[in-house]
Structure formats: C-alpha cells, structure tokens
C-alpha cells in the first residue's frame, strides 16, 4: 500500500525555467541553481535585482487538490503569524499562484516562493538547548496555527503518518534484514500499540506540516553568533494526522540526535512548545512512543529502500544514525521520559504520585519499620556540611568519608536524608555534573541488623544489594520500593510475594569502595525507572523529575526528625539577592547564576555538590579554606583582634617579612583593607610628595571604587559611564596592546613606542603649566585581560615620568605574590623598581588585607602634611593570615608552580590558535593569563556575545571564567597557585571543544 509511486521527475533545463521565470514572473535570472529534490525540481534562482528565489516545478502527479492545500496552508500561516520563517508564495504576472508551464505535451503546475536563508539542519552542527527551544517554538506556533486551520481537499495517504504507522512498520518489517535492529523496531512498535494505542482517540488532530527534519528545517545564525531557525520548508507531506506529529519528528528526526544530551534538548524542545501550544496530559504520554515509532517507521522505510537499491550509500548512512537514535529512546524508561516532558511543561513528574502519597498517608497501618530500632541524629551531607573539612569528602578515599560520617553518628546509628545533593560524590574536573542527588532515606546501624519490608508487595527485581519491591494496593495506585545496602536472604525470586514486616535481609558490611557507614537504604518509586538509582544528577531538572518520581520515603518509614532536605533553587536565590542587594553590585553568570557553597584548594563547589575548576580567582591565592591561613585567623580571633593604634608585634613581622620580598628602597608599609584602599593612599602620597594632582593612566585599566581611585579607573567594563571622559588632571596613556593597539607583536620597538604616549601625557600636562604626580599601572596589566607589557615599556616610561617629577606607581593588586612566576612581583618582569606599590586580593586568601608600601622619603612627606589612620587596616587577625599565606607559598613552592603550570598552560592555549581562528591572542605571564576572542582576525572584532557564551558553556562543563576587558571578549584566567598540568588540560579540552562546536 505504501510502497513508493512510480513519479517521474520533470525535466525542465535551467533554459526552460529562464524562459517561465520570465514568461510567468517577468523576472530575468542571473544565477541559477538545481537544488535536490526526489519528484519535483526545485531551483534557488536570483534575477537582475539580486532578489533570490525557489522556483518549482511541481510533479504533474500530484493531485491539485495536495497542491492547493499547501498553498492555502502557507498562505494562512504567513497571515496569522508573519514573523513565522516560512518562504512566500509569489503570485504571477496574472495574480496565479501556481501557473503552468508546458513542455512536450504535459502542463506541469510552476511555484514560484521567496527565498529563505540558511542551511538544511542536516548541514549544521550540534544542536544546543537554545536551538532545540527554538525548534520547540516553531513547531508549537506551527500547531497552534494548523489547528485552527480547515480545507475541503481529500485526505492523503501519507506512509509517514502518525495514524498508519504500526501498519507501516508491519509492512515494511521484512525488509529489516538484521535481528537485531528487527527486534528493536518491534520493541517500538509494540511499546506503541500497548502503551499509546489506548490513548490515540483522545489525542488532538488537524492539518500537520508533518516533516520536521533536519532536512526541511533550515538553520542561521543570528545577531549574536547562536543558530536559530531561519526557515520551514517542504509541506508537501501535510496531512490531517495527530496534532503531537509536529513535535514528535522535530524531537526524533531534529532535535535529540543532533544534541549532546538528547533528552536535555528534548525537555528544552518541549517546554518551548509547550508555551506556543500547551501539550495535553494525553500527548505527554504517548509523546515517547511517538517518538520511538517514528524512528521504526523511518528505519523500516530506509530499509525498504535499501532492498530496491542495495548501493544506495546515502540510505546506509541515514540509517545508521537513525538506528543509533531509536537505541537511545529505547536505552531511556519511558516513564523517566515522560517526566522529563512532563516537568518541562510544569506538571508533576509522575500523574500518579500525588495518589501515591495520599495513599500512605491514609494507610499508615499498612506501614512498618525498616530496622527493629531506626534513629540517631539525622546527617546533613551537602556541601555545606560543617563536619566537611580539609577535603575529607573526596572520593579518592572512601575510607576516610566513610570515617567522616562514622563521626556524626551515635554508636553507629543516624539517618541519611532523601532529597540531599551529597558532597561526597563531587568529582573533579569533570565535565558532567556528578550524581550527588539522594533519593532515597538511609537509615544507618551496625551491620547484620535484620531489616524488614515496610510494606506488603510482591518482588519485582532482585538486585546486588536488595531488592525491588511493587506494591498493587486494592484501593491505590500501583507504585514501587526499593531496599538497599543489604545483604538479601535467599528464597526471594521474582514475583515472590513478601509480607510487611517480613525480614528481607541484614545490614551490609561496607565494602571498601563505600563511602558510606553500614545503612540500610530505602526508596519509593512511582514507576520501576532504572530500578530506582539511589542517586542522580541534580543538574537542570534533574531535581524536580527524580524527586517527583521517588516520593519521600518517609511516607512510609515516619521516622520523627527526618524532613526532606530543603533546597532552594540558584535562581531563587539570585531573585532574593536582587531584592536588596543593589544590581549596581557587579555578579557573576546573573543569567544563570551558580549557587557556591563551599571552595577547596583550586575548587569551587555548589549547592548540588559539582565541583567546578576555579579559573578567576587570584583571591584565593594558595587555594580555596587553606587550613594554615584558617587555623592562623582562628586562633587569632579567639585571642585578639583590635584596631591598629595599639602596639602588637604581628604587625611588625608582617611588615618585615613584605619589605624584605621588595627591592630597596621600598621600605615602608602602611596596611590598608582593599586594593582601592591602597591605591587611594598612594594618589595622596605621591601627591603630598610631589605636590602636583596630574595622573597619567593605562586606556582600559581599573584601580578601584573610591571616589579617586574610580576616577583614574579607564575600564569600560568597570566604569562604563565615565572610563573614558575627560577630566582636568587625568590623563590617558595608549594601551600597550600588541595585538590590539597601533604596534603589534614582532615590532621589537613596541616598548619605546608606546612609552611615547606616556611622554605625550607629560607635555600635555606641561602644556598646561604643571607636573605630573604620578604614572599609575600594573606591571601586567590585569583588569584589561592579562596583557604582559612589551620589553623596555616600563624602564621608559619611569624614565620619562621620573624626568617630569612624578613618582610611579605599580598597582600589584591583582599581579603580585608569584603569580608571574618568573618573579615574586609584576614589576619585576620589567626590570624597574616603582616609587610606590600597592598591593591587595591575594595577601589574605581572601581575609582582607592590603597595603601601600613606598620609600622613606615619600612616606616623611606625607607625615609632614597629613597623618593616617585605618581601623581595621593590619589589625592583627589581618597580619596573620597574611603571614600564613607567605607561610604557605614558600613551604608549598606555589610561585615556582606558577611558572611550571603557568608556562605548560600558555603553551596549550596559544597552540588552540592554529585550529581555532577565534582566538586572536593569548597574554600573561606565570598564571594570569588572558584569551582574546574576536570574530575576525583580520579587522580585530571582538567577539563580545560569544565569549560570555562561551563562559556559560564552560560552567555547565565544570569551569569557572569570566569575560574581562573594554570588550568583555577576553577570558582572564587567574586560577589559585595550586593549579596543576593537568587541569590546564582539562580547561584546554573543554575550551577545544567548546570553540569546536560553536564554529559549527
Ligand atoms: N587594582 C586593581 C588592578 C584591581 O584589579 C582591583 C580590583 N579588581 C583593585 C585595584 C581594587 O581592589 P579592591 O576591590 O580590593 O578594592
């Protein structure tokens, strides 16, 4: 029935259709192209306008009425919703819509339609969440508008409608040669008979384009760089069919097997749709078997074709990815499925499991104890768990976890929650987010205590550790359970039946590999997903589909104390956030904000326990809760903390210790609480010292939020407003950017050229009949992407400023204390010694702690006109943790790593350039480093959306960076010192592959 009609193509030349283009259109063609077609012609023409457009010849086969009612389906949709991308029907010279045009002795009907941009999805790349949503919207707009659609015209027999498709399946059955894929197919078909065929009379129908494929669907990129769908093509297989068909070919023929995580991509396809058309409960439950049984149709046909054309290598290849699609629908549950689609529409996971619930809330007498005796405190194990430390939660040592939480409980007893995103299955430098969502209870207790069923149930699975329970109460609904850490009885084969308070086995031994203390671990399910993993990711909706599939087993258990965790969403948060806190108050990823509730060494960990590799944070300078500086802060709130008037000899050692890392004759210190704080003082001291209020600045650069400090602040991105505005007694010197400035890399007089622009800002300031006070930089310049400065720049320009009577001042906020690598500051790499140097972020690992520290000679001018005081400003919990952190970069030769790791790093990046033309340029020294993204080399365009797409991506792989710089397009990377080879590879592979699948 559905075997393929013998049409002959038509076989007009590109003559013929010149001659109707111009006959029927007036149009004369300058270009002209044959596009593939199976039984039409279709051309991509353009005539003396430039205007573009298909022109069709249409198979004279093909009844008129099929014609006539694409044409009146296209012409709807264009009206009602003209923003739609679907291509014009233009009318000819006579007002036809479709005219004639003959050749030998047959009329064949002529379409002539606007041309849409782009290419086949088929030709495109990898299909993220955002353009799976875009497929979601264009097909729910496609619905919403179809259905209200009506035309007279016979309906087609289509072998790719949703209402003949077992028939289909069955007919074409024996032309799937291997057993295997045989045995597939007829998994899915008959998925779709028993588990959608009930259903197939309530779901909605009307007219569907019905051939969303990556063929028919054209993608292009938009304003900012991201694919969306620029055009719908192809309604020649519309038909009256279910109204879910839309989504199902986009979600099986577009969308899941183009995408990373195909069933993210659905969810992210269907939420979309959802909102344009909302999905039914009906269409959400058959919505996976659609999709399995069009991938049986779409096989059984491509090897139908394959039996009539054995070489066809084309077919071969479709089929192949489309045979690794259905195995991918068949490897997911489809009650895991449909409460992923369900949850994307804001429905409950499961339709069961408030009846669940009210089940067991009604029969506590069916309930019974899992242990004869179950109590002890109940653990808190998420991140943010006090009893963590010192990473004794990582899970290279199980047994030292397993210690950990042995110590929270009493004589072996506790209670392990349900919902809990646990800690201890963080996992580093992975680009999956971990498992770490609990869903069940655990209640703990020595090993070989007797456990018991709670609930009467036959057994449905016998798994290593226990044993899968389903439940089929008279009056409920059929649900399941699952006990686990156990060491089963025998004599419990499947289907056995297993009483309520039957014991059932005893508490395990921990095995070496457990993490955990002995427990017995217990879960309910509405549905027997995956035999209930005990835990999951808790990543997207990770939470709300496994959570709403597992209930709360303490539904059952109603062990007192044992509430389920509490969690609240990042988003939340951030919206709680913005109440009060002003949004002037710069935030990370305030798109999708990330949740950190605990840092260690070079990484930083969530609220769902993902550990992401912390790329940005020179704060945390010997690595995140370093327990030196933290014991050393402790002890020293507990026994003093002050204001600095008093006499204390910290201060002194401190004071000591920095001086003798600086060269002479920087000798003096005043401790201060911030980088702008420091930066602050050193305008007044140089000032006071030369008498003078001129300040010649780096373009682009920040030195802080004071009033003075924001005022030499040129950042775009730090003072968007007023970075660059022209004031009285600041003045702009060009950056020395080798890449982006006027003298680029390979001139080796870059230094001397740029420090010209310094000269120029001191006979502008002579100009006016003063002196400059001071030129004010850091020796690498951070804030504008971790530009290293060309060779002889500085010696230069001091020279130069030292000749006008300034003083110059090296801002060591960001740079200094190893990172450079090569030398313990900035400055040095440049080989001049500043007048004043500030100094801040790293000297506290994030205690607050900063410092100016200048000459003897400056500082006595200063005290001859002012005196200074700062309450907090090396107070003495301050100067120890400043003190330990010099502790800990000496006894753990993190500025040597800095150099090792930085140059290895620097090294890895700059070798990403030869396959990616993205990035224009690496910069930095040691580990402060900077990635310029642009999308054109040639004229220098900054990559700007991108490059905070692209930090986005990298935080769903597991990495933390940040767009810097006026163009917001280069990646600063300032990791903690202890950042080792092997997470430099980590970032490369990531950043490979994520400029990899945006090139696509
Ligand atoms: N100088 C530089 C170079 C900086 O990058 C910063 C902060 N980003 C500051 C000064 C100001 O430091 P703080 O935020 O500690 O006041």
């Given amino acids: 029935m559905f075997a393929t009609q013998a049409l002959r193509r038509p076989t007009f030349t590109p003559a013929d259709v010149r001659q109707w283009a111009s006959t029927l259109y007036g ?23 430039g205007a573009a457009y298909i022109f069709r010849v249409d198979n004279p086969g093909w009844p008129v009425s099929a014609l006539d009612l694409q044409n009146q389906a296209m012409a709807h949709l264009a009206a009602a919703d003209p923003g739609l991308p679907i291509a014009r029907l233009i009318a000819s010279r006579t007002g036809a819509v479709m005219p004639r045009a003959a050749q030998a002795d047959t009329a064949y009907p002529v379409r002539l339609f606007s041309f849409l941009p782009g290419r086949i999805l088929a030709r495109a790349g990898a299909v993220s969440p955002a353009l799976a949503a875009d497929f979601g919207r264009i097909a729910g707009r496609l619905s919403r508008l179809l259905a209200e659609f009506a035309h007279p015209g016979t309906e087609r027999h289509s072998q790719w409608d949703f209402k003949y498709a077992p028939q289909v399946v069955r007919e074409f059955l024996p032309f799937v040669a291997e057993a295997d894929l045989r ?5 899915a078909l008959h998925g779709f008979e028993a588990a959608a065929g009930p259903l197939l009379p309530v779901l909605r129908q009307s007219f569907v384009h019905g051939d969303l494929t990556a063929y028919n669907v054209l993608v292009d990129r938009a304003a900012g760089g991201e694919w969306a769908v620029s055009g719908v093509v192809d309604f020649g297989d519309m038909t009256r069919s279910y109204n879910l068909s839309e989504l199902a070919v986009v979600l099986a023929e577009s969308v899941m097997g183009r995408a990373a995580d195909p069933l993210a ?6 939420r979309a749709y959802h909102t344009a058309y909302p999905l039914t409960e009906a269409e959400l439950a058959v919505l996976y078997h659609f999709l399995c049984i069009r991938m049986a149709v779409t096989i059984t046909s491509e090897c139908q074709q394959l039996s009539l054309e054995p070489d066809n290598a084309y077919v071969r290849e479709v089929l192949a990815l489309d045979r690794r699609m259905l195995r991918t629908l068949l490897a997911l549950h489809p009650d895991h499925a449909q409460a992923v689609f369900r949850v994307a529409c804001d429905l409950p ?9 009210r089940w067991l809330a009604a029969h506590p007498e069916a309930c019974r104890p899992l242990l004869p005796e179950a109590g002890g405190p109940a653990l808190d194990l998420t991140a943010a768990a006090d009893h963590w430390e010192a990473g004794n939660w990582l899970p290279d040592q199980p047994a030292r976890i397993r210690a950990a939480i042995a110590a929270q409980l009493q004589a072996g007893r506790g209670l392990g929650r349900y919902g809990e995103a646990r800690l201890l299955h963080t996992q580093a430098d992975a680009a999956d987010s971990p498992a770490t969502l609990h869903l069940g209870v655990d209640v703990f207790a020595p090993a070989g205590t007797p456990v018991t069923a709670p609930l009467a ?3 449905a699975a016998s798994l290593p550790d226990g044993l899968l329970l389903r439940h089929a109460p008279a009056d409920g609904p059929v649900f399941f359970s699952r006990l686990g850490g156990l060491a089963p009885v025998a004599g419990l084969p499947p289907e056995a039946a297993v009483a309520a308070g039957q014991v059932v086995g005893a508490v395990a031994e921990p095995g070496s590999a457990s993490p955990l203390p002995a427990h017995a671990h217990f879960q309910l399910g509405c549905a027997p997903v995956d035999n209930l993993p005990g835990r999951v990711r808790a990543e997207a909706d990770g939470r709300a589909v496994w959570l709403g599939l597992c209930p709360d087993p303490n539904l059952v258990l109603r062990l007192p104390g044992l509430a389920p965790t509490p969690h609240t969403a990042a988003a939340a948060v951030a919206e709680r956030r913005f109440r009060t806190i002003p949004r002037s108050q710069e935030f990370y990823f305030d798109q999708a904000p990330v949740q950190i509730v605990r840092g260690w060494r070079q990484y930083l960990i969530d609220a769902e326990g993902r550990s992401y590799l912390d790329c940005i944070n020179n704060v945390a300078h010997v690595g995140h809760s370093h327990p030196h500086v933290a014991a050393a802060v402790h002890r020293q709130m507990r026994r003093l903390n002050t204001n600095s008037r008093f006499l204390y000899d910290s201060m002194m050692r401190y004071s000591e210790r920095l001086t003798a890392l600086l060269p002479e004759p920087l000798r003096v210190v005043f401790f201060v609480c911030s980088g702008s704080e420091a930066n602050d003082l050193a305008l007044r001291l140089a000032r006071a010292y030369t008498g003078q209020q001129d300040v010649i600045v780096i373009d682009g650069e920040y030195h802080g939020n004071t009033t003075a400090t924001y005022e030499i602040s040129t950042s775009l991105l730090d003072n968007p407003a007023e970075g660059k505005a022209n004031r009285e007694h600041i003045h702009l010197a060009a950056q020395p950017n080798l890449f982006r400035g006027r003298y680029r890399f390979g001139d080796p007089e870059a230094g001397a050229k740029y420090a010209a622009s310094v000269q120029a800002a001191i006979d502008d300031i002579r100009a006016r009949g003063r002196a400059p006070a001071a030129f004010f930089t850091e020796a690498l310049l951070g804030s504008s992407g971790g530009i290293d400065l060309p060779a002889g720049y500085l010696p230069a320009v001091y020279g130069a400023v030292r000749a006008a009577g300034g003083v110059c001042i090296s801002d060591e906020v960001q740079v200094g204390f190893g990172r450079v690598g090569a030398h313990f500051w900035a400055f040095q790499a440049q080989g001049v010694v500043p007048d004043i140097v500030t100094l801040g972020k790293p000297m506290g690992n994030g205690h607050p702690v900063s410092a100016v520290v200048t000459t003897p000679a400056i500082a006595e001018a200063f005290a001859a006109k002012a005196t200074y005081f700062n309450t907090f400003g090396g107070n003495p919990v301050a100067c120890e943790a400043g003190l330990a952190v010099l502790e800990v970069m000496e006894a753990e030769g993190l500025q040597a790593n800095a150099l090792e790791v930085g140059r290895y790093f620097k090294a890895g990046l700059t070798a990403l350039m030869a396959r990616h033309p993205a990035i224009a340029a690496v910069y930095g020294l040691g580990l402060y480093m900077g990635v310029e993204l642009v999308r054109d080399r040639t004229t220098s365009e900054p990559a700007t959306a991108e490059a ?13 960076v940040y767009p810097t710089g006026d163009y917001y397009n280069i990646l600063k990377l300032k990791p903690p010192l202890v950042f080792t080879r092997a997470n430099a590879d980590f ?8 400029l990899t699948e945006a090139a696509e």
Avoid: C, W, Y
Wanted: aromatic share 4%.
């Fill in 183 to 187: 045995a597939e197919v007829e998994a």
């Fill in 987 to 994: 970032f490369i592979d990531q950043l490979d592959a994520a």
């Fill in 948 to 960: 905070m797409r692209l930090a986005q991506h990298l935080k769903t792989r597991g990495l933390i």
């Fill in 265 to 270: 991509a659905a969810a992210a396809a269907v």
């Fill in 349 to 357: 996971a499961h339709p069961q499991a408030a009846a669940v619930g």
């Fill in 27 to 49: 149009l004369a063609l300058t270009e002209l192209e044959e596009l593939s077609s199976f039984q039409d012609q279709n051309f991509k023409v353009v005539d003396a306008a």
């Fill in 457 to 459: 149930g036959v057994v």
